[in-house]
């Protein structure tokens, strides 16, 4: 089994860093937690552009072997230590349903979530400012996906059965950030359960404690500096 220490790049407000963060955690993975903060321009910096050109987190560092992308990086991480098979199945099937959500998040989710939050709340830390239409598609977006989890994904405790997979700790980080915005998600029954659940483990407790603080001191206060 492997066991060279693995640098995790990361930055505690980004959605793929904490599902990465999560994963080690909770498969007791040894890494290195390297600060990334992208509001002070760490991913520009020529040291980080070196582990990855594309000057994005989160991003890995494995002896020599560097890597982007956080899914890539969870299958990785599963393939070289000891992990549990349910976290991302040999089964080819298996496997495959794991792979269909998160291709799914990528062109689906995240072009709904991820912009909401940025176009309407930290755009405005960075004198940006977007077309209502646009904004509105984005939502659009969104509560297609937030009503397709409810709807057709979440049939079981878990997005891929009745375990953990690669693709809860994504989507979760995805959604949890919409708090940003007070999302009210009272019409996803399914949804909210399956949001106490990943909520309970204690591991992810454990990497949501800064940024669940940081959203609840930007919501009392929402001048807040990101
Ligand atoms: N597709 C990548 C997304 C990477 C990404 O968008 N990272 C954001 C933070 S969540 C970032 O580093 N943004 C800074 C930038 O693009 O300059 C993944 O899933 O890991």
Redesign the pocket.
Known sequence: MESTPVKLYV?DG????RACMIFCEMNNIPYEKVETR?VKGD?RKEEFLKINPL????AMKHGEFCL????AIMKYLHASFDCADHWYPACIKKRAKVDELLDWY?SVLRQGAAPVVFKTVFSKFFGMKFPEDEIKMHHKILKLSLKNIENIFLTDDFLAGPEICIADLTFYNEILQLKYVEYDLSKYPKLLAWCDRMAAIPEVQKITKVILSFIKAFLDKPKAKI
Do not use: A, C, K, T
């Open positions: 930055d980004s959605q793929p860093s992208l991913n000057g994005q987190v989160p982007r992308e956080g899914h990528h």
